[in-house]
Each structure stands twice: as C-alpha cells, then as structure tokens.
Nanobody, 125 residues
C-alpha cells in the first residue's frame, strides 16, 4: 500500500517557477516507478513526467521538455517536480502517482495504481 501527498502548488506569474513535492508512505517506495500528471476541467489526465525506481531513467512530456524536471529521493520517500519558465497553459491540478512494484516507466495514467489528492498550479499571464 502506498499513500501519496502532494504539496507546493500555488499561483505564479508566467515565466516563474514552482517546485512540487510528493511525500510517499509505504515500504516499497524505492521499488515504485513514480509519475506526475496534470488535469484541467473537461480534459483527460495528461502525462507530465515519470522516473524509474532508482532515478536513473526519466521520461518527460514534450510540452514541458526542457522546463520541468522530475527527481526522487528514496531516502526521504519523496519525488519532486521542478517547474521553470511556467506558462498559462501549465495551469492544472497536478497529481503524483505510483505504479505497482516491478513495473516499467510509463506515460499512461491507467498504468498507475496509487494517486495523490492533487495540488493546484495556476499560472497567470
């Protein structure tokens, strides 16, 4: 069982930065692929970034490539999404998610079983 709690969302001006954190409970954290997704009203949940169990492999969506960076600290059971050069179109609720132990990095939300409650990110123009 993995429980996830996101933090760090808020209101920022375009061009600014935010750092989202996801705190995970559970003994298996270092064995779980972790991902960040985002969702706006009326739209499907969208992949943002994912990181492998030991942090050696990452995957980042094209719209945020070069601006967002995912990382993890297994000693602290946390995964972080550093967001820079934010744009109004980055406005969304951001969710942290975890796959079952032994699964590969994936961009598909249906591949993730554990989800946090989400944190709102609003970028003003």
């Amino acid at each position: 069982q993995v429980q996830l709690v996101e933090s760090g969302g808020g209101l920022v001006q375009a061009g600014g930065s935010l750092r989202l954190s996801c705190a995970a409970s559970g003994r298996s954290f270092s064995s779980n692929v972790m991902g960040w997704f985002r969702q706006t009203p009326g739209k499907e949940r969208e992949f943002v970034a994912a990181v492998s169990e030991q942090g050696t492999t990452t995957s980042t969506a094209d719209p945020v490539q070069g601006r967002f960076t995912i990382s993890r600290d297994n000693a602290k059971n946390t995964v972080t999404l550093q967001m820079t050069s934010l744009k109004p179109e980055d406005t969304a609720v951001y969710y942290c998610a975890a796959r079952f132990v032994g699964s590969a990095v994936s961009r598909h939300p249906l591949d993730y079983y554990y989800w946090g409650q989400g944190t709102q990110v609003t970028v003003s123009s």
